[in-house]
């Protein structure tokens, strides 16, 4: 293909940029504020110390499990919502929003009973006894008390994925952005009046810092609903959403179909993250810190082009549910090379910038100088991770959430965990070059997403009269 082709092919002009910004920079803007504050909130609990940072660090691994079964569940109804939205079909919205509802309370109810009963052995699988001197005792009492009070918080975490999902999904990106910046606002201010006492509050350290999560997911939950009943001219699929949970038995059957492989495929996903750091921790508690801190911080610089891919959802979606497959198509190429792009340039910054940011915490110099080396490892890889997000939701806009499995979750399964486990625990390599090997596993993923991809298998309406 000759060089204008390929520039036509994967180059937009500038109102295909201007309206990819106009979805994308609101979820940019309030995932880097939400990651921002983190990062803030990680440095005020890691000014406490190496152990009760890891403590909420494998917590947050915990939770981490049930946020991704969340967006899972919730993503089989809203491939179905994007293309009602682009049909008109105000009432399908209704349904599928109905359905994230009833799905989210069954999956909170199950994820409290399992962190209300497995919450010691859970965080006790990360703490290994090693040579650097960890307090795990310490580490597993600052996790538990953690844990204790942000379960209380799932609830209104549901409810707002329900909302900012359909929103999102019917294009309101900023509503959402505007709800998310004020919560993580409050997450910031309460984190630092709770963990250390400030303003005659009490110094509630880690507990301080869940108390203040929590408080954040109620605020948020209620500017998100309060707006969306109140502007009904903008939202006519709220009308009468809660009148009744009923859904149509045939869309019921049909979001399930699809959806329940992206409900599996982010249950498995998220464990396996989470058993991969498990993986990673058999080397000490010093690898806890140092994964905690490296990944609080490569979340605040991936935040641009994993974005991208909800964006790549969304557009793609919606031409989909229009019957305009050549848009969708042509769409797709350009949004996939212009996610890559971005994570080029985010690896860029970060490569120069990882060894100032674990200066920021109160632990020791292996911890900071292992953290750096570990965000320069991820950072090298992201263009194949924004190549590979892009095309799964790719492969997910056009309801193909078989194969979405089998690329996501159960890749990870069968090749990522395998080189992790045996290189972890039967080999001396340092824990960074373990990294290297897992990450250079998903070569054979992009391969696979390229062709899925290039053959068309996406271009699907499923939504058509």
């Given amino acids: 293909m000759e060089r204008s082709g390929l520039r036509r092919k994967f180059v937009g002009d500038r109102a295909f940029y201007r309206m990819v910004l106009a979805v994308v920079m609101p979820m940019?803007?309030?995932?880097?504020?939400?990651?921002?504050?983190?990062?803030?909130?990680?440095?005020?609990?890691?000014?406490?110390?190496?152990?009760?940072?890891?403590?909420?660090?494998?917590?947050?691994?915990?939770?981490?499990?049930?946020?991704?079964?969340?967006?899972?569940g919730l993503a089989g109804a809203g491939i179905f919502t994007a293309q009602y939205f682009g049909r008109g079909d105000e009432r399908g919205i209704r349904y599928t929003f109905r359905f994230k509802v009833l799905l989210g309370t069954v999956l909170t109810v199950l994820g409290l009973g399992i962190y209300h009963f497995f919450g010691e052995p859970l965080i006790s699988l990360y703490l290994n006894e090693s040579g650097d001197g960890g307090d795990l005792a310490l580490t597993l009492q600052s996790g538990l008390d953690y844990l204790h009070v942000m379960m209380l918080g799932l609830p209104a975490f549901m409810l707002v994925q329900a909302y900012t999902s359909t929103l999102r999904e019917c294009s309101e990106t900023v509503l959402p952005m505007k709800a998310g910046i004020t919560a993580v606002l409050v997450n910031l201010v309460f984190n630092y009046l709770l963990i250390y006492g400030h303003a005659g509050f009490p110094r509630l350290g880690v507990v301080g810092?869940?108390?203040?999560?929590?408080?954040?997911?109620?605020?948020?939950?209620?500017?998100?609903?309060?707006?969306?009943?109140?502007?009904?001219?903008?939202?006519?699929?709220?009308?009468?959403?809660?009148?009744?949970?009923?859904?149509?038995?045939?869309?019921?059957?049909?979001?399930?179909?699809?959806?329940?492989?992206?409900?599996?495929?982010?249950?498995?996903?998220?464990?396996?993250?989470?058993?991969?750091?498990?993986?990673?921790?058999?080397?000490?508690?010093?690898?806890?810190?140092?994964?905690?801190?490296?990944?609080?911080?490569?979340?605040?610089?991936?935040?641009?082009?994993?974005?991208?891919?909800?964006?790549?959802?969304?557009?793609?979606?919606?031409?989909?549910?229009?019957?305009?497959?050549?848009?969708?198509?042509?769409?797709?190429?350009?949004?996939?090379?212009?996610?890559?792009?971005?994570?080029?340039?985010?690896?860029?910054?970060?490569?120069?910038?990882?060894?100032?940011?674990?200066?920021?915490?109160?632990?020791s110099d292996s911890v900071r100088s292992l953290s750096a080396t570990i965000m320069q490892v991820f950072a090298i890889f992201w263009p194949q991770v924004a190549f590979m997000n892009a095309t799964y939701f790719t492969l997910r806009s056009g309801g193909k959430t078989i194969i979405t499995f089998l690329f996501d979750s159960v890749f990870v399964w069968v090749i990522s965990i395998p080189i992790a486990f045996l290189l972890s625990r039967f080999t001396d390599i340092p824990i960074a070059w373990i990294i290297a090997c897992v990450q250079a596993g998903d070569w054979l993923k992009c391969i696979l997403g390229y062709v899925l991809v290039k053959k068309g298998v996406w271009l699907h309406n499923m939504v058509a009269a």
């Avoid at 440095?43 to 967006?71: A, D």
């Avoid at 939202?235 to 019921?252: F, Y």
């Avoid at 797709?332 to 940011?357: E, H, T």
């Fill in 28 to 72: 940019i803007i309030q995932n880097g504020i939400t990651n921002f504050v983190s990062l803030l909130d990680n440095i005020m609990v890691g000014r406490m110390g190496t152990e009760p940072m890891s403590g909420v660090s494998i917590v947050n691994q915990l939770i981490f499990v049930y946020n991704l079964c969340i967006f899972g």
């Fill in 209 to 363: 810092a869940a108390v203040a999560t929590v408080l954040s997911r109620y605020v948020e939950m209620a500017i998100v609903m309060i707006w969306t009943h109140r502007h009904l001219d903008k939202n006519a699929w709220a009308r009468g959403a809660w009148t009744s949970m009923q859904v149509p038995g045939d869309l019921m059957r049909q979001i399930a179909v699809k959806g329940l492989p992206l409900l599996l495929n982010e249950a498995l996903w998220s464990s396996a993250m989470a058993f991969l750091n498990q993986c990673y921790s058999v080397r000490g508690l010093s690898v806890v810190a140092a994964m905690n801190i490296s990944s609080t911080i490569t979340n605040l610089f991936n935040t641009v082009f994993l974005s991208m891919g909800s964006a790549v959802s969304i557009l793609v979606g919606q031409r989909l549910g229009a019957d305009d497959m050549e848009g969708a198509r042509d769409t797709d190429n350009k949004m996939i090379a212009f996610s890559m792009f971005l994570a080029l340039c985010s690896a860029a910054v970060l490569i120069v910038l990882a060894p100032l940011f674990p200066h920021l915490y109160n632990t």
